[in-house]
């Protein structure tokens, strides 16, 4: 298989929650392990954990999607995202529920399944549910 055979693109409609989408992938593309190439779009509203915060903070929208990264796969996901308001001021954090769309947000994943299994142990260190990666073959 070439590089592209193992990359899924995906685009989401008005109102999906980008947090759920990206659970979905397993079921729905059979990505079992995976890395975001690319997260473009628009929310219109925002939910994020900001670095060290224990509260979660709600972002009114309209939101430009700058820049998102992270893994997915039938573990989890762990996903962090930078969202710019309309005056250009941007805020970035892990990804929750509530990140909703607003006109569009295009993703690219690239589908590691059959090469890495992504799993996600309870971490007694940092108190979460932390990637434990193996790679197959």
Not at 18 to 45: F, H
Request: hydrophobic letters at 40%; proline letters at 5%; aromatic letters at 2%.
């Amino acid at each position: 298989m070439t590089l592209a055979e193992h990359v899924v693109v995906k685009r989401l409609s008005p109102g999906q929650d980008l947090k759920a989408a990206l659970a979905e992938l397993p079921a729905t593309d059979g990505v079992e392990s995976g890395v975001l190439l690319s997260v473009v779009g628009s929310l219109s509203a925002a939910c994020l954990r900001l670095a060290g915060a224990a509260d979660t903070t709600m972002l009114p929208g309209p939101l430009e999607i700058v820049s998102g990264t992270g893994t997915v796969g039938r573990c989890g996901i762990h996903v962090h995202v930078s969202l710019a308001d309309s005056s250009g001021r941007t805020t970035g954090g892990h990804l929750l529920s509530g990140c909703l769309v607003h006109t569009t947000v295009e993703l690219a994943i690239l589908n590691l399944a059959g090469a890495w299994r992504f799993e996600r142990p309870h971490d007694p260190r940092t108190g979460y549910h932390e990637l434990l990666p193996s790679k197959l073959n």
